[in-house]
């Protein structure tokens, strides 16, 4: 656990008991001039009573967000089954949590607001850091089916402020998902978090997947719903098998998480995953889709080289790492379980001291994007020569 001086305390509990999980995170997150305390929770626990508890143990007036998860990263590694945590404490940080609530009828204006009070806040609790020491997350509900809108909004309302997120999960149950705010887990609800320090960051993103040469056109689609009818003008399920040579073989979450597709947008490749076959041969996915994209076959790259050259340009920049609060898409987890990654990934997040979750999405700048690591690296205050808000290269 990083030194309560910088202002930041991390937790885990893999207690069954909504109570005994409450005072674990107390005891290890509860700090002087306690700003703001983030939880990722596994979904199968009675969430009101820990919302309760968390409550009562750490005060009304600590703000206390989070959100339920497909799997957690915590100061032990990759789990399944836990709640962790970080608190963060002044005078470091500064934070302001504001909710975003009616996802599915948001409106771009409403970033606006959400940003300006955002904004305000922060300059309320601390004039002295400016925009430049500022970087911004959303968690999500990740069953909204939303994001694009809340995030382009948000991020052309930030400007200069990096904003990366992740969209809240059930454990591939895709029933019901949860964001916690204001001592009540809610489904229907976003958070965007702006947090300000006098410690060094980098915002970054990476994936382990290139674009190929096989490329497909969506020639019938609802973006609305993510569903993709046709591509190529034939059955989706049917195409996207003959593209990645899959004919005839079952798509399961598997074959999605290793055959995703890319997009090229403002020069730059974003994954997009399949999150099921639909009866009618169509394909749902967890981005939209709109019709006349073009659909590239992504080929993947070394997972855990990829996220070793990530560290490293981070370790570069910041130092070693104080804390990464990182969001990772959950077909990364299942791929590193499949290829039997999972146990060196875990120590490469524990080494770099990683706290988050596994997605169902994940949020970069004004993008909602698939098979994607994303979040912050918070360092210490001996690498602040080199500029405070400049981020990772995509």
Known sequence: MPHATEGIRTALSLSDDAEQIAADLYASLFQEDLRVVILFSRADIDLPRLADALTRLFGPSVPIIGCTTAGEITTAGYLSGA?????????????????????????????????????????????????????????????????????????????????????????????????????TFHHDLGLMVLIATRLPFRVFKTEHFIAGDQKMVVTDADPISRVVREINAEPAAQEYARAIGMDGIPLTPM????????????????????????????????????????????????????????????????????????????????????????????????????????????QYH????????????????SHLARPTCAEEPA
């Not at 430049?132 to 089916?145: S, V, Y």
């Not at 694009?148 to 454990?171: C, K, R």
């Not at 104080?322 to 999972?342: A, H, T």
């Not at 993008?367 to 979040?375: A, C, D, I, L, Y």
Request: proline share 3%; with cysteine.
């Open 366 to 381: 004004a993008m909602h994007v698939n098979q994607t690591f994303t979040g912050v690296a918070i360092g210490d205050a």
């Open 83 to 183: 709640v962790t945590g970080v608190s963060l404490g002044g005078p470091n940080f500064v934070v302001s949590a504001v909710p975003i609530g009616e996802l599915k009828s948001f409106t771009v204006n409403r970033g606006q607001d959400v940003v300006r009070r955002a904004v305000q806040d922060i300059a309320r609790q601390d004039p002295a850091l400016s925009r430049q020491r500022m970087f911004a997350f959303t968690l999500i509900d990740g069953l909204c089916g939303c994001e694009e809108a809340v995030v382009s909004s948000l991020h052309a309302a930030l400007g200069e402020i990096p904003l990366f997120g992740g969209s809240a999960g059930d454990n591939l149950r895709f029933q019901q998902t949860h964001v916690l705010y204001e001592g």
């Open 255 to 362: 074959v999605f998480a290793t055959h995703p597709v890319v997009v090229r947008v403002g020069g730059q490749n974003f994954v997009r995953s399949i999150q099921k076959v639909n009866s009618d041969e169509s394909l749902t996915f967890f981005c939209a889709i709109d019709e006349g994209i073009v659909l590239t076959v992504a080929k993947g790259v070394d997972l855990a080289e990829n996220l070793e050259q990530l560290f490293t340009r981070l370790r570069r920049d910041i130092g070693a790492p104080r804390l990464i609060l990182g969001f990772d898409c959950i077909f990364r987890s299942l791929e590193m379980n499949e290829n039997g990654l999972k146990p060196l990934i875990s120590k490469m997040m524990q080494d770099n001291h990683v706290i988050g979750f596994a997605t169902y999405g994940e």
